[in-house]
């Protein structure tokens, strides 16, 4: 069974802040992705990342997928209280795009 | 990019009754939907792989005689909670695949 622990699940900054969340698993994925959840919504894709060694950036979100495709990180530059929220790390299984996902990670940026 | 609606979106219903949820690929033909179930303050746990034409794949804990699904034709599954208790409360999200997973905008479902 593949699964994925991230961590921290819970995260109180400041505005301004830099914060990074991690993604572990044992198992190589073929790709990860990384969510965002309001409450009461649908999660919604950050990003996906497919090779080894891959970093992707969107605006402050850096994402990088570790050379084994085992792990993964989030990092947030400079929080905003818009950045609150779920974020999720789920890995995909080869083929069948069976999603599994991390325990997720509750950041809280206050102003 | 694909379009996967859920519906309804809110549902309260008695203790003993069964609820059935809808999950629909809007522009694309899913031959694989996905149910997920996620509790307040936790993460997505799947429940089930929905296979068109045939019977669905349950992980391990799911009870597939209380969570029913049906996926009877390439742009619909649907999960049906069977004599539902309190406990059975909780947040449904399905999603479909088209190149990569998408996600309906989820089911809440409260049993009073």
């Known amino acids: 069974t593949q699964l994925l622990e991230q961590s921290p699940q819970f995260l109180s900054i400041q505005e301004g802040e830099n914060l990074t969340v991690y993604c572990n698993s044992s198992s190589v994925f073929s790709s990860l992705q990384w969510y965002r959840q309001e409450p009461g919504e649908g999660p919604v894709l950050l990003v996906t990342v497919v090779t080894g060694g891959e970093v992707k950036k969107l605006k402050r979100l850096t994402f990088q997928f570790g050379d084994a495709r085992k792990d993964s990180s989030l990092h947030i530059t400079a929080a905003q209280t818009g950045d609150t929220g779920l974020y999720l790390c789920?890995?995909?299984?080869?083929?069948?795009?069976?999603?599994?996902f991390g325990a997720g990670t509750r950041l809280f940026v206050k102003a | 990019g694909a379009v996967v609606s859920q519906h309804p979106s809110w549902v309260i219903c008695k203790s003993g009754t069964s609820v059935k949820i809808e999950c629909r690929s809007l522009?694309?033909?899913?031959?694989?939907m996905f149910w997920y179930r996620q509790f307040p303050k936790q993460s997505l746990m799947l429940m089930a792989t929905s296979n068109e034409g045939s019977k669905a794949t349950y992980e391990q804990g799911v009870e597939k005689d209380k969570f029913l699904i049906n996926h009877a034709s390439l742009t619909l599954s649907t999960l049906t909670v069977t004599s539902a208790h309190p406990e059975d409360s909780s947040f449904y999200i399905c999603s479909a695949s088209f190149g990569r997973a998408f996600f309906g905008q989820g089911t809440r479902l409260t049993v009073v």
């Open positions: 789920a890995g995909a299984d080869t083929g069948g795009f069976k999603t599994i």
């Open positions: 522009d694309f033909q899913a031959t694989t």
